[in-house]
């Protein structure tokens, strides 16, 4: 980095230069002490900073989109009236078709058809769902998803879109139902 003389011309520490009539030969700067250089008025030329990092991109929809997705894979926790015990649901993406159909075979029994309906759950118990109650667990786990995809239309109207949208859980329902 060059020297600055007083004059505000600059020069390598390996030039050769003259000041108030004096003639320093090359290589002089290097070899002068700071307090030599500042006697004479030289400062050294420091480097500009770095630029600061450009900041990081807002999020987009897309981003909360893939948020939205991780949220619904997570699964949930299901409470259901008249079922003793709560459910661990997956609502991955290849689930929604076994939920789907469980429910349609609910509500589309024989009557008469108080047959339980087994349901695996997401940690591999299986229950016996009597009449009724896998559609109600049906009915909870799409309020939920439904609730995340409400979440989801809120943040990206947002504007712009909270750096945290993907890890604050106040954006987003609760797990468990």
Not at 87 to 105: A, M, N
Not at 151 to 161: C, D, F, R, T, V
Request: with cysteine; glycine share 6%; net charge neutral.
């Amino acid at each position: 980095m060059p020297y600055v003389l007083p004059d505000n011309r600059r020069v390598s520490p390996d030039s050769a230069f003259s000041l108030n009539g004096v003639h320093h030969s090359r290589g002089w700067l290097r070899r002068a002490s700071e307090a030599e250089r500042t006697a004479l008025g030289i400062t050294w030329e420091h480097p500009p900073a770095p630029p600061a990092p450009p900041p990081p991109p807002s999020p987009t929809a897309d981003d909360v989109n893939r948020a939205r997705d991780a949220v619904l894979a997570l699964g949930l926790t299901v409470a259901i009236v008249g079922y003793p015990n709560p459910i661990d649901v997956q609502t991955r993406p290849e689930d929604w078709d076994s939920l789907t159909g469980l429910y349609l075979r609910d509500m589309n029994r024989i009557p008469g058809d108080n047959e339980p309906i087994p349901f695996r759950c997401a940690n591999n118990v299986t229950h016996s769902l009597p009449a009724g109650i896998t559609s109600k667990l049906y009915l909870k786990v799409i309020a939920h998803r439904q609730a995340v995809y409400q979440a989801a239309w809120a943040l990206k109207a947002m504007n712009p879109i909270p750096a945290d949208y993907a890890t604050n859980p106040s954006y987003w329902p609760p797990s468990g139902l």
